[in-house]
């Protein structure tokens, strides 16, 4: 008995500095933001229209971003007229996603506080998240439609290039595409 209740106390004493030690929740610090599911980076760049990763599935698979080919204008030796088309793109891409973002902001705010003053239900909570839903829905499309408009402009090599700049592999790469 009393090498059973040794044994016991050795593997609490071995697991208590473990247990000390265990990191904070992965959001602690978080309940101190304004709206607790946006840092204030995201708040930022929703006001500013920016794409914040929605268009993966349009850049990754081989349809360029309008504001990174701008960036990239040199080495891709855009001509002038498709400067100013991208450019056209991204203005008006910018000009939709931008209210989208602010109203995006506005409703995850109206969420947090249904939380926050404890005037939550599930009929509330359903609306305003399927609200919240539908407006993502509708950025993302603004972000990826803008990609495709922007595709259609380049050349072959210029797209090649492209996902080479921006480390996506080699021109040539194989890259299956449906036209349509």
Same mark, same amino acid.
């Given at each position: 008995m009393m090498v059973r209740t040794a044994l016991i106390l050795g593997v609490?004493?071995?697991?208590?500095?473990?247990?000390? =030690?265990?990191?904070?929740?992965?959001?602690?610090?978080?309940?101190?933001?304004?709206i607790k599911s946006l840092s204030a980076e995201d708040i930022v760049a929703l006001q500013r229209g920016e794409g914040m990763g929605m268009a993966k599935a349009a850049e990754l698979n081989g349809y360029p971003g309008p504001r990174h080919v701008l960036d990239l204008d040199a080495q891709l030796s855009l001509s002038p007229d498709q400067r100013q088309q991208?450019?056209?793109?991204?203005?008006?891409?910018?000009?939709?996603?931008?209210?989208?973002?602010? =109203?995006?902001?506005?409703?995850?705010?109206?969420?947090?506080?249904?939380?926050?003053?404890?005037?939550?239900?599930?009929?509330?909570?359903?609306?305003?998240?399927?609200?919240?839903? =539908?407006?993502?829905?509708?950025?993302?499309?603004?972000?990826?439609?803008?990609?495709?408009?922007?595709?259609?402009l380049l050349t072959p090599d210029q797209k090649a290039l492209y996902q080479k700049l921006r480390g996506y592999g080699e021109p040539g790469a194989p890259m299956h595409h449906h036209h349509g």
């Amino acid at each position: 008995m009393m090498v059973r209740t040794a044994l016991i106390l050795g593997v609490c004493l071995i697991a208590l500095p473990v247990l000390a =030690e265990a990191p904070p929740a992965p959001y602690a610090g978080q309940q101190a933001r304004t709206i607790k599911s946006l840092s204030a980076e995201d708040i930022v760049a929703l006001q500013r229209g920016e794409g914040m990763g929605m268009a993966k599935a349009a850049e990754l698979n081989g349809y360029p971003g309008p504001r990174h080919v701008l960036d990239l204008d040199a080495q891709l030796s855009l001509s002038p007229d498709q400067r100013q088309q991208i450019q056209a793109i991204f203005d008006r891409m910018s000009a939709a996603a931008r209210p989208l973002g602010v =109203e995006l902001i506005e409703r995850e705010r109206h969420l947090d506080q249904l939380f926050q003053k404890g005037d939550v239900s599930a009929d509330r909570v359903s609306a305003a998240t399927a609200s919240i839903a =539908e407006l993502q829905g509708r950025l993302r499309s603004v972000h990826l439609s803008s990609h495709l408009e922007t595709r259609a402009l380049l050349t072959p090599d210029q797209k090649a290039l492209y996902q080479k700049l921006r480390g996506y592999g080699e021109p040539g790469a194989p890259m299956h595409h449906h036209h349509g």
